[in-house]
């Protein structure tokens, strides 16, 4: 089945810096791919994801770029705020039938203002 | 507020208890999900349940019984429990299942096992 790993588990940036978390998947097939961020006594909130026809996808402040070659994908956040502080995970979805996303065991963003 | 509701938010119970978990959802979604999260893991999908009936059961142990009487409610009923069990466990929904559908996620509940 899928796999996916990510990197890293913790990440401290100073405010206005950019960060970025990385993840690799093992299935080639994968072909949805999004980011879910989870702030502190709440559920994850899905805030971008991609498909695997595109490579980059943008919102404001945060991106998301797509290896198929390579099997990684990233989370760029540009200018980082207070407000970015919380959890990170990626994820990833093979097309067919009923499959359950497969989860990356998650980042802890620090921003220190 | 993602339109997925929990409750309760915390729960402490004995290895002998009997609890339930729930979850509403109000946003007319056909899919429901049951995961657990624990510290340092990724999030471990428990159960599916698409239009009431369940599509997916990942090797939960039998001591966790999920129930879906409609589209907006799910229950999850514990019993027997063990230390290892407690985690935070979380609701989510989506408009169907599978597809690469988005997932709404509850605040969830946090569960310890004495």
Redesign the interface.
């Given at each position: 089945g899928e796999n996916v790993e990510q990197h890293p588990s913790t990440l401290s940036v100073q405010e206005g810096d950019s960060a970025v978390i990385k993840c690799t998947y093992s299935d080639s097939a994968s072909n949805y791919f999004p980011w879910y961020k989870q702030e502190l006594g709440k559920g994850p909130q899905l805030i971008i994801d991609i498909r695997s026809n595109v490579g980059e996808k943008k919102d404001q402040r945060i991106a998301v770029t797509l290896n198929k070659t390579a099997k990684h994908f990233s989370l760029h956040i540009t200018e980082t705020q207070p407000e970015d502080s919380a959890v990170y995970f990626c994820a990833a979805s093979l097309p067919a039938g009923n499959t359950p996303l497969v989860f990356g065991k998650g980042t802890r963003l620090s921003v220190i203002a | 507020e993602?339109g997925?509701t929990q409750t309760p938010r915390h729960l402490v119970m004995g290895m002998t208890n009997k609890k339930s978990l729930k979850c509403e959802q109000h946003l007319g979604h056909n899919a429901m999900?049951w995961y657990k999260q624990s510290a340092?893991?990724?999030?471990e999908?428990m159960f599916?349940y698409?239009l009431e009936e369940r599509?997916?059961n990942n090797s939960v142990p039998s001591r966790f019984s999920p129930e879906c009487p409609n589209s907006s409610h799910l229950f999850l009923h514990l019993h027997t429990l063990q230390p290892e069990d407690s985690a935070l466990y979380?609701c989510?929904s989506s408009q169907q299942?599978?597809r690469?559908e988005?997932?709404?996620?509850?605040?969830?509940t946090q569960l310890s096992v004495l």
């Open positions: - | 993602t997925v999900y340092k893991k990724p999030l999908l599916v698409s599509v997916e979380l989510a299942t599978g690469n988005k997932l709404f996620f509850g605040s969830g």
